[in-house]
């Protein structure tokens, strides 16, 4: 399994980035996908999580300025992020979703600044 992370970068407060993620080595369609995220000196936490279906799960900290999407035929899955805060920095990574939580194959990650 591979995954690659991009889109990450230097936005002020309360703008706005798009994240993607490219996989491979998965049958995609079948499998849920998640956003996570870890900031200087804390744990990895979930962002975001979607279903094979396309049902969205979303951390309080990030409801209703983040949308998790997914595009089965290019294998992707896409993290748009609004309203940004200082506490959004953080570097952001995608993963498997399993019912058990992430699969553990992260990629290199995508540095995300918000500036205030």
């Known amino acids: 399994v591979q995954l690659v992370e991009s889109g990450g970068g230097l936005v002020q407060a309360g703008g706005s980035l798009r994240l993607s993620c490219a996989a491979s080595?998965?049958?995609?369609?079948?499998?849920?996908m998640g956003w996570y995220r870890q900031a200087p000196g804390k744990q990895r936490e979930l962002v975001a999580t979607?279903?094979?279906?396309?049902?969205?799960n979303y951390a309080d900290s990030v409801k209703g300025r983040f949308t998790i999407s997914r595009d089965n035929a290019k294998s992707m899955v896409y993290l748009q992020m609004s309203s940004l805060k200082p506490e959004d920095t953080a570097v952001y990574y995608c993963?498997?979703?399993?019912?058990w939580g992430p699969g553990g194959y992260w990629g290199q990650g995508t540095q995300v600044t918000v500036s205030s």
């Open positions: 080595g998965i049958v995609f369609r079948l499998n849920a």
């Open positions: 993963d498997v979703q399993y019912s």
């Open positions: 979607i279903t094979s279906a396309g049902s969205t």
